[in-house]
C-alpha cells in the first residue's frame, strides 16, 4: 500500500507540472512571437490597467501591470550618458553613491566626426550603461536641425543637414536597442528653438516639412528602426505637437509605419482629447499634478489617467485607440525588459571611457592651421600657456536634460599635463570670467571659479606669462550655463560671450604660436580669426574630453573631424531676417508666439551656397595634419532613369607624409530646374582612412531619390528628368570634382 501511495503522489506531481507548464501564459514565454505575446497580454487586461499603462507613476517610470508580473517602464535622460537618479517627484539626485555615469561626448560631437562607425559605437555603449542601470527608454537621440546658430540645445542635436543627421543617427539607434534598450528620438518635429519652446508656433509649408524637418525622423524610424519617439513641446500649424494629429498618425503612424511608443515631452501634453485621438501613447510629466505642483499621486490627474477612464466610462471614448497605445507599450516592454535574451550591460567601464575618449577626438575640427602651427612643437622643458576659463572649467553638469554626474571629467588643463608630464611647463591664466557656478539640481563638480579681479587684470596677467611661452592655447568659447548652450533658453549673440574677444586680441601680438580652440555646440562668429594661428573647434566631450583634445594638439590622433554646420562671418549674413522668423511674433490678443519659417528650405549651407554668401567656415569644412588630392572622378554611365542606379566614384590620394582621414562629400546639383531649389544639397558622404602616400577609390550610388523635391501639391516625391551634376568635394564650398549626367 505505501508503494502504491508513492507511485500516485509522484503521477500526481507529474501531471501537476505538466498543467502548469501547459498553461503558461503567452505572454510570459519569452520565445514566443512578440505580436502574439502582445495580444495574449492585452486580452487579460482591465479597463483600468490599460489606462494605468499610458500614464508616468513618478518622475522616470510609467505604469506596468502588477497582476499579470507585466514591470514599469523605466524611462532615462540621454542622450549624452544616463541621468543620476532624482527624487520621486523633483529634479534634484536622489542622493544614490553609484550612479555615476560615463558621459558622452555631445551629440553635435558625435555628428561631427562625420564615421558612422563612431555613432554605433557610442549607440552600444551608451546602451550597455543604460540596461546596466535597468533603464528601458533612453531619451535620446535629438536630431532636430540647426536652423539657426542661436537655438540653445543644438549642441544636443547633429547640425544643419538632414541628410547627415539621418545617416549619423541610424547607427546610434541600431547601438542602443542592441542592448535592449529603447532608443526614443526626440524632439519629434519642427522643435528648432528654446525661445517660449512651449508657447511658440512653427508655421511652415509641406516641401519644406518634408525636405528639412522630416527626413531624419524618417531615417530614424524607417532605417534605424527606432522604438520610440518623444514628440516636442511647440505647436506645428496651430496643434501641439506631443498630440499633433498630422505628425504623429498621419506621417509617424501612417506613412512611415512606425509600430513603437511615442512618448510625451515632460508636461508637453495639454489636451485631453487630443491625446486621447490623435497619437500619444505615454503621458509624462514634471510635476505630480501635471504641470505646476507637487500633489499626492498627482499623476492621476494627467490628462491620460482619470480623464481618460472617465471619458471611457462615459462613452466619449471607444477602447480602439486605447488598445493601440496599450499594444505599442506591450510592444517596447517584450523588446526591453522582457526581451528573450536579456543584456545586463555594463557601466563606467574603461572600454566606455576609451569609446568616449576616441569620438570626442575623432569630432575636433581643425579650422585654421597656418603655417603648420599645429600639431603642438613644444622644445624640451618648453612652455605651454592656456588661458581661459574652459580650460579648467567642468561642463558635464548643467545644460538642462544633458545634466550628467560623472565618475570625473578631465578639463584640457589635465588633458595636456597628462600629455606632457614633467616635459613641458604648462601653466594656466584665468583670461576672463564666465559663469562661477558649478552644480545643477543638486549634481556638483565641487570647483570654486570664483574671481574678483577686474577684465584689466585677467587680461594683464595672460599677456605678461605670453610673452616667453612657446605656445598660448586659448580655450575659451560657450557653456552650459542659461543663454549659452542650454536647455530652456537660447543665445543672446553669435559672437563670444564674456569679452573673450578683448582676451584673444591682446594676446595675439605678444604670441609666438597663437592658438585659439572654440569649445561650444553651435556656430561662434570669429571676427579676430586673422589675428591668431590656428583654430579648434572643440565641443563639450564628456568625460575624457581634456584627454580627446590634447591627443588631437599634440598630434597623437589627425583631426578628421568635420563641421556639421556653418559658421557665418555674422548672424545678418543668415537666412533668417526678421523677427517673425525668430524668435517669433505674439500679437494682441494670440495666445501664442507665431514662427514663420519662411526660409523654407534654405536652411543653413543651401542657403549660402545658393546665395553665393561667404562664410568664415563653411559645412563639412575641416583641415588635417596632411593633405588630400582628388582624382578620376567618373560616373559608369552618362544617363540614367527614375528605376537606376548611377555609380559615381573618385580617386582620393593621401599627399602628405602622415596618416589620416579625409570626409569625402557627395553633392547633386539639379541644373534646370522647375521650382527654385538650393543650387546644392548633400546626398552621400564617405569617412575614408589613409596611409600617407595611400590612394583608395570612393564610390557613391545614386538613385532617383537623390535627385528629388518633394511635391506638396501632389503629396509627393517628384525626380525631374533633365541635367545633374553630382559634385564631389571636402566641404559644401570646396568641389573638388564635377560629373555630369542626365535622367531621363
Known amino acids: 500500500m505505501k508503494k502504491i501511495i508513492i507511485l500516485s503522489a509522484a503521477v500526481l506531481f507529474s501531471t501537476v507540472c505538466f498543467a502548469q507548464k501547459k498553461a503558461t501564459p503567452v505572454y510570459l514565454d519569452p520565445n514566443a512571437p512578440v505580436e502574439e505575446r502582445v495580444e495574449d497580454a492585452l486580452s487579460r487586461m482591465t479597463l483600468e490597467e490599460k489606462v494605468g499603462m499610458t500614464t508616468a507613476q513618478s518622475k522616470f517610470s510609467s505604469r506596468g501591470v502588477p497582476r499579470l508580473g507585466i514591470p514599469e517602464v523605466w524611462h532615462t535622460d540621454g542622450p549624452h550618458g544616463i541621468r543620476p537618479e532624482v527624487l520621486w517627484d523633483e529634479w534634484d539626485q536622489a542622493g544614490w553613491t553609484n550612479d555615476s555615469c560615463t558621459a558622452f561626448p555631445a551629440l553635435i560631437n558625435l555628428a561631427a566626426t562625420w564615421d558612422k562607425e563612431m555613432s554605433l559605437l557610442y549607440g552600444r555603449s551608451i546602451g550597455e550603461e543604460a540596461r546596466y542601470r535597468k533603464k528601458d527608454i533612453l531619451l535620446g537621440p535629438g536630431i532636430n536641425i540647426c536652423r539657426t546658430p542661436l537655438n540653445g540645445r543644438n549642441f544636443e542635436y547633429m547640425g544643419e543637414d538632414p541628410y547627415l543627421a539621418g545617416q549619423m543617427v541610424v547607427p546610434y539607434i541600431q547601438g542602443v536597442q542592441e542592448n535592449g534598450v529603447a532608443a526614443c528620438v526626440k524632439h519629434y518635429a519642427v522643435n528648432n528653438q528654446e525661445f517660449q519652446r512651449t508657447q511658440s508656433n512653427s508655421v511652415l509649408d509641406d516641401r519644406t516639412l518634408y525636405e528639412i524637418y522630416l527626413p531624419a525622423f524618417k531615417a530614424a524610424v524607417v532605417e534605424g528602426n527606432a522604438w520610440a519617439i518623444m514628440g516636442s513641446y511647440n505647436l506645428y500649424n496651430g496643434q501641439f505637437n506631443c498630440h499633433n494629429k498630422k505628425l504623429l498618425v498621419d506621417i509617424l503612424k501612417g506613412e512611415w509605419g512606425f509600430d513603437g511608443v511615442v512618448v510625451s515631452d515632460w508636461g508637453g501634453c495639454r489636451d485631453d482629447e487630443e491625446a486621447v485621438l490623435n497619437g500619444l501613447d505615454i503621458e509624462m510629466g514634471t510635476w505630480t499634478n501635471g504641470l505646476t505642483g507637487a500633489a499626492s499621486d498627482g499623476y492621476r490627474q494627467y490628462h491620460m489617467a482619470d480623464p481618460y477612464l472617465k471619458g471611457l466610462r462615459e462613452g466619449k471614448y471607444t477602447t480602439k485607440e486605447l488598445d493601440d497605445k496599450v499594444r505599442r507599450i506591450l510592444r517596447t516592454i517584450f523588446r526591453t525588459s522582457m526581451r528573450p535574451e536579456p543584456n545586463y550591460g555594463r557601466f563606467v567601464c574603461p572600454e566606455h571611457y576609451q569609446a568616449a575618449r576616441e569620438i570626442s577626438a575623432a569630432g575636433v575640427v581643425l579650422l585654421k592651421n597656418d603655417n603648420n602651427a599645429l600639431p603642438l612643437n613644444v622644445p624640451e622643458g618648453g612652455k605651454i600657456l592656456l588661458v581661459g576659463e574652459n580650460v579648467v572649467k567642468k561642463m558635464v553638469v548643467g545644460g538642462g536634460s544633458s545634466n550628467l554626474k560623472t565618475a570625473y571629467e578631465v578639463n584640457p588643463l589635465e588633458g595636456l599635463q597628462n600629455a606632457y608630464g614633467d616635459k613641458a611647463e604648462i601653466v ?294 533633365g541635367k545633374f551634376k553630382a559634385l564631389i568635394g571636402s566641404s559644401s564650398e570646396d568641389i573638388k570634382s564635377t560629373v555630369n549626367f542626365k535622367l531621363n
Do not use: C
Open 428 to 721: 594656466w591664466a584665468r583670461g576672463y570670467v564666465g559663469d562661477t557656478s558649478t552644480s545643477y539640481n543638486a549634481v556638483d563638480t565641487g570647483q570654486d571659479l570664483t574671481d574678483d579681479r577686474s577684465p584689466k587684470e585677467l587680461i594683464a596677467e595672460a599677456v605678461e606669462l605670453a610673452k616667453d611661452a612657446d605656445y598660448v592655447i586659448f580655450v575659451g568659447g560657450l557653456n552650459k550655463s542659461a543663454h549659452q548652450d542650454n536647455e530652456s533658453t537660447d543665445r543672446l549673440q553669435i559672437t563670444l560671450p564674456y569679452n573673450q574677444e578683448d582676451v584673444i586680441r591682446a594676446l595675439a601680438p605678444v604670441s609666438k604660436n597663437l592658438v585659439v580652440v572654440n569649445i561650444s555646440g553651435s556656430a561662434v562668429a570669429m571676427p579676430w580669426a586673422s589675428e591668431v594661428d590656428a583654430i579648434v573647434q572643440g565641443w563639450y566631450g564628456g568625460t575624457e574630453s581634456g584627454n580627446a583634445l590634447a591627443d588631437v594638439l599634440t598630434g597623437k590622433v589627425n583631426p578628421s573631424g568635420r563641421l556639421p554646420f556653418s559658421v557665418p562671418f555674422k548672424y545678418e549674413d543668415g537666412p533668417i531676417k526678421t523677427e517673425a522668423q525668430y524668435p517669433g511674433i505674439k500679437a494682441e490678443g494670440d495666445e501664442f508666439w507665431q514662427t514663420h519659417y519662411s526660409e523654407g528650405v534654405y536652411v543653413g549651407y543651401r542657403w549660402y551656397s545658393s546665395k553665393k554668401i561667404k562664410v568664415q567656415f563653411p559645412f563639412g569644412h575641416g583641415l588635417s595634419y596632411t593633405t588630400f588630392a582628388y582624382s578620376n572622378a567618373v560616373a559608369d554611365k552618362a544617363e540614367m532613369t527614375a528605376d537606376q542606379t548611377l555609380k559615381v566614384s573618385v580617386d582620393v590620394t593621401n599627399t602628405g607624409a602622415t596618416d589620416g582621414a579625409e570626409v569625402v562629400q557627395l553633392y547633386i546639383n539639379d541644373v534646370k530646374s522647375t521650382i527654385d531649389r538650393p543650387v546644392k544639397e548633400l546626398k552621400n558622404f564617405e569617412k575614408v582612412y589613409l596611409k600617407a602616400g595611400e590612394t583608395k577609390t570612393v564610390t557613391f550610388e545614386i538613385d532617383a531619390q537623390d535627385l528629388s523635391y518633394f511635391d506638396a501639391d501632389k503629396h509627393e516625391w517628384v525626380a525631374e528628368p
